[in-house]
């Protein structure tokens, strides 16, 4: 591994999002590490999330594996994008059921990555997490999806502070995106308009693009991802 530049680390590697990440990074000749349920055959390591252990066990294991991948190696950046939706308000008969698979989604993996950026991120690296955008505001019909990503933005905020544990220097930021154009989406929402839907393309770009140092936002910036007409506008919260 000596001989390798540059590496990252994708927090939820093997779905839409993270697969088409692991993609655009190995593209550029990066080392790629993919951490999901299920391994991603385009990654040059795959860490394996078992859902079945609690909060403190998944971390632990993830480190585990971590450290025995990279052993005194460090990583230059760390993407979570992790997550998935359920709706329901406090009404709904599964509305406990739905807040803590989205706790488990969105506010365990977010943690979690911190945790591995505070041990293996270099100084100057960088640490991307997912929000939304819908959490910026009450989410009556989704109460458990807005609470975790409101969650994730408030870690993120937490993260970019001086004494967060990160190393100095790093860039830490979160995406709001509204609807990500998933295979999945277009499955459940047929007749949608899409044109209001972010790509994945456009996401790994921009992954790539803040990588590079190239048009950062300020440290801990929330930014809005907003779609219409195929063209999608960063909006800095």
Known sequence: MASILRRVVVYGGKGALGSTCVN???????WVASIDMKANENADANIIVNPSRDWVEQENDILSQIKSILQDEQVDGIICVAGGWAGGNAKNPDFIKNC??????????STIAASIASHYLKGEGFLVLTGAKAALEGTPGMIGYGMAKAAVH???????????????GTFVSAILPVTLDTPMNRKFMPKADTSK???????SNLFWKWS?????????????????DNETTLIVV
Do not use: I, Y
């Open 197 to 203: 839907w972010t790509s994945l393309e456009f996401v």
């Open 24 to 30: 655009q990074f190995k593209s550029k000749n990066w």
């Open 154 to 168: 408030h870690l993120t905020k937490s993260l970019a502070c001086k004494d967060s544990g990160l190393a100095p």
């Open 100 to 109: 803590d698979l989205m706790w488990k989604q969105s506010v365990w993996s």
């Open 212 to 228: 590079q140092n190239e048009d950062r936002p300020a440290n801990g910036s929330l930014v809005q991802l907003v779609t219409k």
